[in-house]
C-alpha cells in the first residue's frame, strides 16, 4: 500500500481524469482554469487538443464519443469560455451522449459578485445536463468528477458539467482515487419474468401477425445488437431504424427495412402505419418519427423498451412499458418465447413479403436512378461516396459525420451503414456546424478508420474555423462539402411551405478549396459525376486531410417528405414532373 | 387536477432549483412547496402541490426520477395520507376596529371553535396559529373576513402530506430509514409500476408539430 499523496486541485482533476480512463481532452485555456492548464505537463498520458472555439470542443467530445463508445472530455474556461460549450452540451443531453465538461470558475469567495469572466454556467446548463456540479474545495474534485463520469455513463447517457473554482484548483487535498468511487447503483429494479408488464408483452408478440420492431439509439447504447438481431431473424420480424439508430442494424441485413419518419422510405413509414404491432426498442417516437400522432400506426399495439421511465407515454401511448436496459430486458424476453417461434414465423414471412413488394414504386422516383446527366445531385455524392468505401472494402472502417440539413437527410437514404457508431450525427437538438468538429473528436477516438465529413456550405462555414485543428493535430479527416448555395434545407420548406419565398435561406459562400489551401489542406472542386468516384478515392488514399466542394443542383429537395401535422403514410414523394427529373428526360 | 407529491431530495445546495425547474420546464404551476428535514440525514422532504392535468402524474413522477438529486418520489391522494397545513393570521383588534374592544373576545372563540391558538396579542392585532386542512384554514379565513375582521397579514406553509399506516415502498425498504445503511446496486426508482390509470387518452396528447 503506498501512502496517498496530497496533490494540488488541478493535479487532483488530470490524475482523476487519467483513472477514468481519458486519454484526450478537448479544450481552450483561460484565466480560471490556468492552474488546471499549468498542472496538464505533468500528465502526458492525456493528450490535449487545443480547439479553435470552445463550442468546437463540446463537438469533439461529443463525436469522440459516438464513434468510441467511452465518455468525451472538453475544457473551457469560466464566462464565454463555459457559455460556448452551451450548444454542445445541448447537442449531447438531446442524442443521450456520455460527456463530462470541465469548466473554470473565479474564485469562490467572489462566486455571486459578477467578478471578471464569471458566470452561473451551473444556473445556465441546468436543463441541457443530466447533472452538474459546482466545486470549491479540492478534496471534493476527485469524487465529483468520478461522480460525474458515472452520471455520464450509467442509465440513458448524458452530458454533465463539472465547474470549479479557481481556488479549488489552488488549493491543495490529499488524493486518494480508490475511497473517491462513488457509490454504484441502477437506476431501475431487474424486470423478472414473473412481472406482469414481461407476461403482457409476451402475449402481444405472440399476438401479433404484422409486427415491426423500432431500432433506436438505445440499441448502441446499451450494445444491443446481437440481441436484437437474433430477436428478429428468429422470430422473423422486420426492422426499420430512427436516424441515431442507422447501423445499430446492418443496412445489408434481409430484415432491415431502412429509415422511417419525415424523410424515411415510404415502405418503411407504410410498414408502420400498418402493423398491428410495434416494439420500440431504445427509441423515443420523436416528433421527427411519428408525423401526427392522431394518425400514428393507429391499428397497433405498442411495447416501449426504454431505460428512461419519463419517455414512456410522453407522445405515444405504450399498452406494455418495459423499463430497464435493452439488453437486458431482451435477454430475459427471449428465452419466454422460443416455445411458440414456429407457429408466428409463417405470419410474418407473409408480412414481409407485402412489405417487400410495395417497395416497387418507390425506386422509379429515386433520382438516385437517374443516368448521369451532366448534372451533380447531393444523392450521387453520397452514394459514390457509400459505393467508393465499400469496393474498397473500408466500409465498416467508415465513420460519416454529418452536419444538420438535406445533406444529412440525404446521407441517411443513401449512405448504407453496415456498423454500429458508423453515423456520427446531431439528430435531436439539430446543431449545425456539429459535423467539422465532430469529426475531429471521432478521428481521435478511432484514429484507423476512414473519417469522412459530409457537411452543407452552411453548416460548414458555422464551425470551418477548425480546418487550423485538423492541421495542428495532422488528422486525415476527409471533408464532402455539398454546395448548392442555399441553406438547402430552408429553401426546402420555404418552397413547400412559404409560396417560394427564399427569404435568407441563399449563402455566399468563401472559396472553399482556397480555404482549404490557405491552412495547407489539399482541396478541389467537383461538379462531374464521373469525377466524383476518382476524387474521393484520391482522399481517401492521400493520408493527410482533404477536402473536396461538390457543386451540386441548387435547387433538389428531400424525399419523400411529410409535412408537419401530417400522418406518416401521407407522404410528399418526389414530383413526377419534378423540374430535375425532366431536365434529365430532356438531355 | 390538483397532484401532491412526497419527494425526498439529497439536503444539496441547488436541489430546490432543480425541482422547481423541472415544474417550469413541464409549464405546469406549483401551488404550493414545501420543505424541510426529514427522517434520514442527508435527505430533504418536499410536499409539492400542483396543477396539472389527470394524466401528467406519471410523467411529473418520472421526471422528478430523472434528477439526480432524487431519492423517493410519491404521489399521495387526500384518501390514503394525512394532509395538514400551518398558518398564520394577524388581525386587527384595536379599541378603532370595526368590532372595538370586543373583537379580542369574539376572535377567542372563533379560535377555540377552529381550535386554533392565539400565539401573539398586541395593542392593535391579534395572531392565530392554525393546523389543519387546507379546506379548514379557509374556513376560518372566510369567518374571519365575513364577520368583517380585517385581517392583516395570512402567512401560509403550504401543504405537507404522509400517508398513513406503515407505508414503504420498496425504494424506501432498499435504502432503509437510516441515511448509513444504503446498500449498494439498489434500485433507485420504483417508477416500475406504471399506474395504468395514469396512462394519457389518446385524444389528449399532443397532434401536432412543427
Known amino acids: ?26 479544450g481552450y485555456p483561460g484565466g480560471a482554469i490556468l492552474p488546471i492548464y499549468d498542472a496538464l505537463r505533468k500528465f502526458p498520458s492525456i493528450h490535449h487538443v487545443l480547439v479553435r472555439h470552445e463550442q468546437g470542443a463540446s463537438h469533439m467530445a461529443d ?48 462566486l455571486g459578485s459578477d467578478a471578471f469572466q464569471e458566470v452561473d454556467i451551473t444556473g445556465i446548463t441546468l436543463p441541457i445536463t443530466k447533472h452538474n456540479f459546482l466545486v470549491t474545495k479540492a478534496e471534493d474534485i476527485a469524487p465529483t468528477v468520478r461522480l460525474a463520469f458515472q452520471i455520464a455513463r450509467s442509465g440513458r447517457p448524458g452530458p454533465v458539467l463539472v465547474d470549479i473554482t479557481k481556488d479549488a484548483q489552488q488549493a491543495s487535498a490529499v488524493f486518494d482515487f480508490d475511497m473517491s468511487k462513488p457509490k454504484p447503483y441502477r437506476p431501475h429494479p431487474m424486470l423478472s419474468a414473473e412481472d406482469t408488464s414481461i407476461r403482457e408483452a409476451l402475449a402481444l408478440v405472440k399476438a401479433a401477425k404484422r409486427p415491426v420492431i423500432l431500432a433506436g439509439h438505445g440499441i448502441v447504447e446499451s450494445g444491443a445488437q446481437r440481441e436484437v438481431i437474433q430477436f428478429a431473424e428468429t422470430l422473423q420480424i422486420p426492422i426499420a431504424s430512427t436516424l441515431l439508430g442507422l447501423g445499430a442494424i446492418p443496412a445489408a441485413h434481409p430484415l432491415q427495412l431502412g429509415m422511417m419518419g419525415m424523410h424515411g422510405e415510404s415502405w418503411v413509414n407504410n410498414a408502420i402505419q400498418q402493423a398491428d404491432l410495434l416494439l420500440a426498442f431504445g427509441m423515443r417516437f420523436d416528433d421527427r418519427v411519428t408525423g401526427n400522432l392522431a394518425h400514428y400506426s393507429p391499428n397497433s399495439k405498442k411495447i416501449h423498451v426504454e431505460i428512461d421511465p419519463s419517455e414512456v407515454n410522453k407522445n405515444v401511448r405504450a399498452d406494455v412499458a418495459l423499463i430497464g436496459d435493452l439488453k437486458e430486458v431482451l435477454n430475459l424476453l427471449f428465452p419466454l418465447m422460443t416455445a411458440e417461434i414456429g407457429e408466428l414465423k409463417a405470419d410474418h414471412i ?107 456550405d452552411g453548416g460548414f462555414q458555422m464551425t470551418a474555423s477548425e480546418l487550423s485543428t485538423i492541421v495542428q493535430e495532422q488528422l486525415p479527416i476527409n471533408v464532402a462539402v455539398i454546395n448548392n448555395g442555399f441553406l438547402g434545407m430552408v429553401r426546402q420548406w420555404q ?10 435561406s441563399p449563402i455566399l459562400s468563401p472559396d472553399f478549396v482556397m480555404l482549404a489551401n490557405a491552412h495547407g489542406i489539399d482541396a478541389t472542386n467537383v461538379s462531374q459525376r464521373a469525377d466524383v468516384t476518382p476524387t474521393v478515392t484520391k482522399a481517401r488514399t492521400s493520408g493527410k486531410p482533404f477536402l473536396i466542394n461538390f457543386a451540386v443542383e441548387k435547387e433538389d429537395g428531400v424525399y419523400p417528405m411529410i409535412a408537419p401535422g401530417a400522418a406518416l403514410h401521407e407522404m410528399v414523394r418526389r414530383p413526377v414532373h419534378d423540374p430535375l427529373l425532366e431536365t434529365a428526360e430532356d438531355e | 387536477m390538483l397532484h401532491t407529491f412526497v419527494a425526498l431530495v439529497d439536503d444539496k445546495p441547488g436541489v430546490l432549483t432543480r425541482v422547481a425547474s423541472l415544474f417550469r420546464r413541464l409549464s405546469i404551476n406549483i401551488v404550493s412547496l414545501t420543505v424541510g428535514e426529514s427522517e434520514r440525514s442527508d435527505a430533504s422532504r418536499m410536499t409539492i402541490v400542483c396543477e396539472a392535468p389527470e394524466n401528467a402524474a406519471h410523467r ?26 400551518l398558518c398564520l393570521i394577524k388581525v386587527a383588534a384595536g379599541p378603532q376596529h370595526p368590532h372595538g374592544v370586543h373583537s379580542r373576545s369574539q376572535i377567542f372563540e372563533l379560535a377555540t371553535v377552529f381550535r386554533a ?55 424506501l425498504k432498499a435504502l432503509g430509514t437510516k441515511a448509513d ?13 406504471l399506474d395504468p390509470d395514469a396512462l394519457p387518452e389518446d385524444d389528449k396528447l399532443p397532434t401536432e408539430f412543427d
Open chain 1, 1 to 26: 500500500m503506498s501512502t496517498h499523496p496530497t496533490l494540488t486541485g488541478s493535479e487532483i482533476l488530470w490524475a482523476t481524469l487519467a483513472g477514468e480512463g481519458t486519454t484526450t481532452v478537448f
Open chain 1, 63 to 110: 463525436g469522440y464519443a459516438r464513434a468510441s463508445g467511452k465518455v468525451g472530455v472538453c475544457m473551457a474556461t469560466s464566462g464565454p469560455g463555459a457559455t460556448n460549450l452551451v450548444t454542445g452540451l445541448a447537442t449531447a443531453m438531446l442524442d443521450s451522449i456520455p460527456m463530462v465538461a470541465i469548466t473554470g470558475q473565479v474564485s469562490s469567495k467572489v
Open chain 1, 350 to 456: 407473409a408480412w414481409i413479403k407485402e412489405i417487400n413488394a410495395s417497395k416497387g414504386t418507390a425506386a422509379v422516383r429515386d433520382i438516385i436512378n437517374l443516368p448521369d446527366n451532366g448534372h451533380l445531385y447531393a444523392a450521387h455524392v453520397i452514394h459514390d461516396i457509400w459505393r467508393e468505401a465499400q469496393a474498397a472494402g473500408r466500409l465498416e472502417q467508415t465513420i460519416i459525420v454529418t452536419d444538420v440539413g438535406q445533406h444529412q437527410m440525404w446521407e441517411a437514404q443513401y449512405f448504407k451503414h453496415e456498423a454500429p457508431r458508423s453515423l456520427v450525427t446531431s439528430g435531436g437538438l439539430g446543431t449545425m456546424g456539429f459535423a467539422l468538429p465532430a469529426a475531429i473528436g471521432a478521428q481521435m477516438a478511432c484514429p484507423e478508420k476512414d473519417v469522412w465529413v459530409i457537411a452543407g
Open chain 1, 495 to 504: 418552397e413547400t411551405f412559404y409560396d417560394k419565398n427564399y427569404s435568407a
Open chain 2, 60 to 85: 411529473i413522477r418520472a421526471s422528478l426520477y430523472k434528477l439526480e438529486t432524487t431519492i423517493h418520489v410519491d404521489e399521495v391522494n387526500r384518501a390514503e395520507a394525512v394532509v395538514r397545513e
Open chain 2, 117 to 171: 391558538r392565539i400565539v401573539d396579542l398586541a395593542p392593535e392585532s391579534v395572531m392565530l396559529e392554525m393546523t389543519g386542512s387546507a379546506s379548514k384554514i379557509e374556513g376560518l379565513l372566510q369567518v374571519l373576513r365575513e364577520t368583517g375582521y380585517d385581517v392583516l397579514e395570512v402567512s401560509r406553509t403550504g401543504r405537507m402530506a404522509m400517508r398513513r399506516g406503515l407505508h414503504t415502498s420498496r425504494v
Open chain 2, 181 to 193: 445503511s444504503s446498500p449498494l446496486n439498489e434500485p433507485t426508482t420504483d417508477i416500475l409500476d
